[in-house]
């Protein structure tokens, strides 16, 4: 069946970088756009990036372009979040999350990522 | 940027009808996709495209998508379906996938 892991998440200090993971499996991921959605704690959830499926194409949430790239490995199976100059407001359990047409169908359950001093 | 409303909390008694709205700027015009949180897990997606259901989900979650609104109908209300439940479009004019403020449905 479909499962997306994610990983990487921790506490790390305001201005320092951290980079997430997403390991999919029970679909061929090259044929996905695969995009990472984040929610802050007790907040709504918010999109933050997508990259297509051939990986050629990337868009960004307006908060954090500039500061996160989003990349994947086909031939691992898994996407990736590199997070530069982390904020406080970046604090959040991240999600990545497989959307086949108009909407995501599969999530992961997420991995937290704690900005603190 | 493109914005979405919604209703923060809605409380229904069980098999009643409860009704979720999700405001937006010719909203109409977009395809508009449902999501269901329960605490500490995953969103679930309950409704897509404005009113169809994927696999597995009950024929009691439909939703419909006119003019500035759109609307998440969940008829029979159950206990389980307590949840925070999102709207979401694509805003195709800034390529950004835009997710409403989200309501709490609470079950009496």
């Known amino acids: 069946q479909v499962q997306l892991v994610e990983s990487g998440g921790g506490v790390v200090r305001p201005g320092r970088s951290l980079r997430l993971s997403c390991a999919a499996s029970g679909f061929i991921f090259n044929n996905y756009a695969v995009h990472w959605v984040r929610q802050a704690p007790g907040k709504g959830l918010e999109w933050v990036a997508v990259?297509?499926?051939?990986?050629?194409?990337?868009y960004y949430a307006d908060s954090v372009k500039g500061r996160f790239t989003v990349s994947r490995d086909n031939s691992k199976n898994t996407l990736y979040l590199q997070m530069n100059s982390l904020r406080v407001e970046d604090m959040a359990v991240y999600f990545c999350?497989?959307?086949?047409?108009?909407?995501?169908?599969?999530w992961g359950q997420g991995t937290l990522v704690t900005v603190s001093s | 940027s493109y914005v979405l409303t919604q209703p923060p909390s809605v409380s229904v008694a069980p098999g009643l009808t409860a009704s979720i709205t999700c405001g937006g700027n010719?909203?109409?015009?977009?395809?508009v996709h449902w999501y269901q949180q329960k605490p500490g897990q995953a969103p679930v997606a309950v409704v897509y495209?404005?009113?169809k259901r994927p696999s597995g989900i009950p024929e009691r979650f439909s939703g419909s998508n006119s003019g500035n609104t759109a609307t998440l109908t969940v008829s029979r209300v159950e206990a389980g379906d307590e949840a925070d439940y999102y709207c979401q479009v694509w805003d195709g004019s800034t390529y950004h996938y835009v997710f409403g403020t989200g309501t709490k449905l609470t079950v009496l």
């Open positions: 495209d404005d009113h």
């Open positions: 010719n909203i109409g015009s977009k395809s």
């Open positions: 990259m297509s499926s051939d990986g050629h194409k990337e």
């Open positions: 999350a497989r959307m086949p047409g108009t909407y995501w169908d599969s």
